[in-house]
């Protein structure tokens, strides 16, 4: 499917904010409701636009901590932890990487102990690496047209 300029407004106004009106969406970029509506079906179907979802913040809901640990498995324990992984209520995104390590994930803790815990979990698999998040300095940035 080609992505036009009028494809890439409709998605910029749904990553803004996907609960807004067709009709809103189209008075923004200049088409009726119904070309709106077709035209982000067209981009469901086709697999661009992946689904629609509620971000909920973990330290409002009383996580603690949120942290990125990388893993660099042992020979043969890849594909156990890879199974493994998609089990861990803590982990909000994993990764499979290139480089030294072989897993980077975000994570969140009640506390210092959960995150031992999850440690202590972590490290049949192989070795790790936790980095505690301070702050969020660049959050859900919008994907852009390709220049």
């Known amino acids: 499917m080609i992505i036009d300029s009028l494809n890439w407004k409709i998605l910029k106004c749904l990553q803004e904010n996907a609960r807004q009106s067709n009709v809103a969406i189209g008075k ?48 043969g324990m890849l594909k156990p932890f890879l199974e493994k992984v998609k089990t861990y209520d803590e982990v909000l995104n994993c990764y499979r990487i290139t480089g030294n390590e072989n897993i980077v994930m975000e994570v969140v803790f009640k506390n210092q102990k959960h995150l031992e815990s999850f440690i202590d979990q972590l490290i049949v698999y192989g070795e790790t690496k936790t980095q505690i998040v301070l702050s969020h300095v660049v959050k859900y940035n919008e994907v852009k047209p390709l220049k």
């Open 28 to 75: 923004r970029v200049g088409i009726s409701s119904p070309a709106v509506s077709e035209r982000i079906k067209k981009m469901e179907d086709a697999g661009i636009i992946q689904g629609y979802k509620t971000s909920v913040s973990p330290l409002d809901v009383g996580y603690q901590l949120k942290a990125l640990i990388t893993l660099r498995a042992f020979m």
